[in-house]
């Protein structure tokens, strides 16, 4: 049960969770959405093959050709739509069709070799594997393999699977260490971690060996005849030394895809934050594996550190750069456009999420399990609208009116809508992990995330089932129950580092609490097969470190991230730049909470947060500046600032559903 | 008396003043420093028109080559030199006589057309006037104009004004409105300022026409057949749409040097900072001369109040972006490398002081003059070392291990050197200003910065002199004596915006103060031809805007702008990132300032400041972050730091000549 892929098909999420809401809202809506801009954009038809219009466009961002990403549209589409369909007990035939008909197509455009790429095909036919950093054909097949072992999962035949392992096979050949194969790698990281599930899906050999090549090899400095593969490569395609691609932070400047030095000696996570990602998802997961050397193992674990210490927004979002969608210099997380950028891709989230779950595998410390609840809930589910219908690619945590908070139906670069489609879709498999435990005999289900949930699974013994029923992350009690055949049953359950209180009854003999996750023993619940775990939720003040030079509060309740908006604070004209919080707000018992729903949106139930007077607005644009301010001004105009009679917070995914003038912002200044 | 090059002749600066020391060292050491690098490099020689292995080099910075300012290094130093020259009642013959051969030089390898240029008639014959956009051709002949203004008026001779009216001529004639013409401008402005000069100097007529004509047609979106003149430039040389020089911000990012609208219609400004104070010096200028329209006097003001409200760090500095040595959005201002960047240099600090000078002719107000001083004493003079040997480029407000506070001996692009170097030589005139006041008969002084200093003037009833006895910017008190024919004179002295006390002895019958300028009426002066301004010197916590989002503090004493080195402070190994400063320190009179000397530096005395047990260190890594901070934890964090015994700051133009390990800091966090 390495994958979620896996484990979702034995989860069921219950629908009045807020996972099962985004998940049954993706199921009615987000699905035919997507399959219906797929075919309005031409990408549905793409892989017949024929000319389109817009293949003569001059590209936005030269060379990325508007379509060169398309193959994994479709890929990540026919994955999630397969997802959703395995649940389905009447399955809509308009999907099925499609997928099928997607299916026949790819099959009929493979070149007998294997070759499958839209662009190489159509729009520069014979240049093939020529630009491995920047044209996205192996990025592409690691999504196409994704969806076919989506498709495989649900149809149970080889249809789509077929040709991708054919396609693998011709990679095999022409990339790796022989002296006649390109010793490259992918310049957007993906196909290492599909690679892995293939083969794990397969027994592919060839596979695994090619994912562990390009991890092995990425970064080489004298790949090529004492060369990196990347400069030679740039050579034969004839690239001025100058040029650059204008989303590149230099010329030649490899750290940009992680391939600056070999992934185990990187100090730091450096770069476009999605390939970081997705590279050390793969990586993880060779680890997990056993067949990582000790130094990737390492390097995981300090560029994970120098991630969520240094570079993460406290919605779990990553990447503050917009040039090269990623990340900064250490400390560097300003909250929106008009305070010097704020990326945090929705994809990159999702990669944070999926590179969590591996080495969860291997190390289980709730350290990494909050920040995978802290981007499920913010970064991720911020991301697109409580209806499934509309999308955001940037979350920036502070709109401006440059960029308002708000989402849109799709994206010419449209990697994440079908993302969070494939990410819905199978959900529940990142809710626990089942395994055999360190005493042989019996099995360990690690829960790492809580809703409303049941999870079927093997034991040596036989059939277990375990439930969870709660209103997390509205309310903090869960009541678990274990049936089935419950012998030899261990439970991890996370403690979340933010839980200022917790507690299990009926009461454990002793709280066996190692690295965040508690363990319930086999013995305790051949005792107390159901048994309730209480985690305190109560509205908390959390801040982005010092040394981001921001002097922010931010209101925190469990999981969820909360944000102001000018829907609910109808004053405010300046996206909330000027509102200041004073850090005394709860323990002055200013803050009070409230389950709520708004008027426009009956079924979503949220618990609202109040403040009352004990926030400000400071009118900052009256300061007398003439290159500094006095600081008797400061203190004056502090002095002169209006009392919010009640501010109004919302969570963070909650913002840009109910109309208003785009203005949002989750920390505000620290008053006091 | 309109440009300080012309008011500094009648100026005597004491060599005991904060500034007069400067100009000493300068005088001693700078101009043989920069002489013999000018050799050493190849500059010297450059003029002769002979290849040297440099031409051969890749470009750092393509297509800037290495030697493409040359000729600008060589007029700046001419010119430096010659205000030099002009006070000296023994030149020295090693000065003089490399000036003669330079001119000597310039003159054999100027073209018989007029055309001048080092790259253009070596490296790329043929191609002059292809690239107006990124070669710097007209940017030479602005400095060359500059050198050559200056050698008039030490030698009084043509040798070197007559090639660069020649040069002007031919300028005339290729560009300029005409169909046969092109309609371009300089990519670098600098030589409209120069033109306005050089028709004031000589009267000749077709130099403030081409200023006029560069500053008018500049950012004209139909210039050349409905289209601006850099595009249609660009798409001349083949200029691929996709491809940038690294240093710009996007491809064909026309803000980059203020040609993205014309000058009347930009809305804040942009791009090189450098590049913007010039130009916007030369519109200043035909603003003061009446020759602009009222939209381009807008603008100017427009501009500048953008600029020091939102895009100016509090020592004066312009520019956050490294990448294109330019401004940011508004309110980016960090410190250091480490917390986003800092550009601050040099040039664009001594463009302001341009801009300001220019625009106080016209528009006398403190609040340009304060700036002026603002940039004097800390953007200015914190580039270069005590001795004027060293020099910074860039000038941080914080240091960081990547960018040490340190300077250096010279630079591949050496614009500041030498800019400083005729900058210091002509820093009498920008002391004050001579002109006829509103009342017809009465000569005007405006006193802009205080120095003990003397300048003689004429009046419409015959020579006066005024003289200013002082220890400023140490000392508040300036002793003013008016000698000569003192009547129908009238002072306005500039009332610094900080000052929180000031007065006049013997006691002025009522204070008219206009914009921050106290006037001394000719009546008083009949009377009281001698007098004294008081201005209260004492330590006071100033801070960058609270969008700038910093909360740091900073200590500065009158115009002097203070910071901490790791010289005083040992124990520090953070570049005191981790240093806090308690904003009640003052109140609590835990500052206190002390007039000393340094044993490796007896000459400068300087005003040291010393916090005692008001400050603190918070050790800021031990804090748990998990992309976030529990507000309880940074509370913590606090309750647990050290304080410091006694912190001693500096002035920021004293840093880096003391030794030690490079650590300075301006703004630090502020405390409580």
């Known amino acids: 049960m390495a994958y979620p892929q896996e484990t979702f098909k034995r989860t069921y999420v219950s629908t009045t969770s807020l996972l099962g809401q985004r998940r049954a809202a993706a199921s009615a809506n987000m699905i035919t959405y997507q399959l219906q801009i797929l075919r309005d954009t031409g990408r549905y038809d793409a892989f017949n093959l024929r000319w389109q219009p817009i293949y003569d466009k001059v590209p936005e961002y030269w060379p990325i050709a508007d379509h060169l990403f398309w193959d994994s549209d479709v890929g990540k589409w026919i994955e999630g739509a397969c997802y959703f369909l395995m649940g389905e007990s009447n399955p809509d035939p308009t999907i099925d069709g499609a997928v099928k008909e997607l299916v026949e197509m790819i099959r009929k455009a493979q070149r007998p070799d294997g070759y499958l790429n839209i662009h190489y095909q159509v729009v520069e036919p014979g240049k093939r594997f020529t630009n491995l950093r920047d044209m996205h054909e192996l990025y592409n097949l690691g999504h196409l393999i994704e969806g076919a072992l989506a498709h495989n999962q649900y149809y149970g035949n080889n249809l789509f699977l077929e040709p991708m392992l054919k396609y693998v096979s011709l990679i095999n050949d022409v990339i790796g260490l022989s002296e006649d194969q390109l010793h490259g790698y992918p310049g957007h990281p993906e196909l290492e971690l599909a690679l892995l599930r293939l083969h794990h899906h397969t027994g592919d050999e060839k596979s695994f060996q090619l994912a562990q090549y390009f991890i092995n090899e990425r970064g080489n400095p004298d790949g090529v005849d004492g060369r990196d593969f990347y400069t030679v490569e740039a ?7 100058d040029w650059q691609p204008v989303w ?14 070999p992934i185990a000696q990187q100090e730091s996570v450096e770069g476009h934050s ?3 990602m997705y590279l050390l998802t793969a990586v993880a997961d060779l680890v997990r594996l056993g067949s990582a050397s000790a130094d ?14 240094k570079k993460m927004y406290l919605t779990g979002g990553i990447g503050s750069m917009k040039q090269w969608e990623g990340f900064g210099r250490d400390y560097f ?10 990326y945090a891709e929705t994809c990159a989230a999702i990669g944070v999420m999926m590179l969590a779950q591996r080495i969860l595998q291997y190390d289980l410390n709730n350290k990494y399990a909050d920040i995978m609840e802290l981007c499920l809930y913010n970064a991720v589910f911020t991301a697109m609208s409580l209806d499934c219908r509309k999308f955001t690619y940037v979350n920036q945590l502070a709109s401006s009116e440059k960029d308002l908070s708000e989402r849109f139906g799709w994206f010419r670069c449209a990697c994440c809508p079908p993302n969070i489609l494939r990410f819905l879709g199978m959900i529940g498999g990142y809710l626990w992990n089942v395994s055999e435990s360190n005493k042989s005999d019996t099995t360990q289900v690690d829960v790492h995330l809580y809703a ?28 678990f129950s274990l049936t089935g055949t419950i012998k030899n049953i261990q439970l991890k359950l996370r403690i979340p580092g933010w839980a200022t209180s917790w507690g299990i009854v009926p009461a454990l003999p002793h709280q066996d609490v190692i690295n965040g996750y508690l363990t319930i023993t086999a013995e305790y619940l051949a005792v107390h097969p159901g048994f309730t775990l209480t985690i305190g939720l109560k509205p908390r003040l959390i801040a982005p470190h010092p040394l981001t030079n921001q002097q922010t509060l931010t209101i925190a309740r469990g999981p969820i991230v909360y944000c102001v908006e000018d829907v609910d604070n109808t004053w405010v004209t300046d996206h909330f730049r000027s509102t200041c919080l004073d850090s005394r707000c709860i323990k002055n018992n200013a803050v009070t909470e409230k389950e709520m729903t708004d008027p426009s949106l009956p079924d979503e139930r949220y618990v609202g947060i109040f403040i009352t007077k004990a926030a400000y607005v400071v009118d900052f644009t009256k300061l007398n500046t003439n290159a500094f301010i006095e600081k008797e001004e400061l203190d004056k105009s502090m002095e002169t600032a209006k009392v919010i009679n009640e501010l109004k917070f919302v969570p963070y995914y909650y ?9 949002a912002r989750v920390g505000l200044k620290k008053w006091v």
Chains 1, 2 share one sequence.
């Open 274 to 276: 999605v390939r970081a």
């Open 452 to 479: 409303p949930a049941t999870f079927d699974f093997e034991t040596l013994a036989g059939h277990a089932s375990l439930r969870q029923e709660c209103d997390w992350p509205r309310d903090g009690n869960i009541r």
């Open 296 to 309: 990737l193992e390492e390097a995981v674990t300090r560029l994970w550190t120098n991630m969520v210490e």
């Open 655 to 663: 913002r840009a559903n109910r109309g208003g003038r785009g203005m």
């Open 248 to 261: 590149y932070p230099a010329p030649r400047s490899h750290w940009y895809q992680q391939a600056h030095a």
């Open 333 to 342: 997380l300003p909250q929106g456009t008009d305070e010097g950028g704020c």
């Open 235 to 241: 050579e034969k395609r004839n690239e001025a030394l």
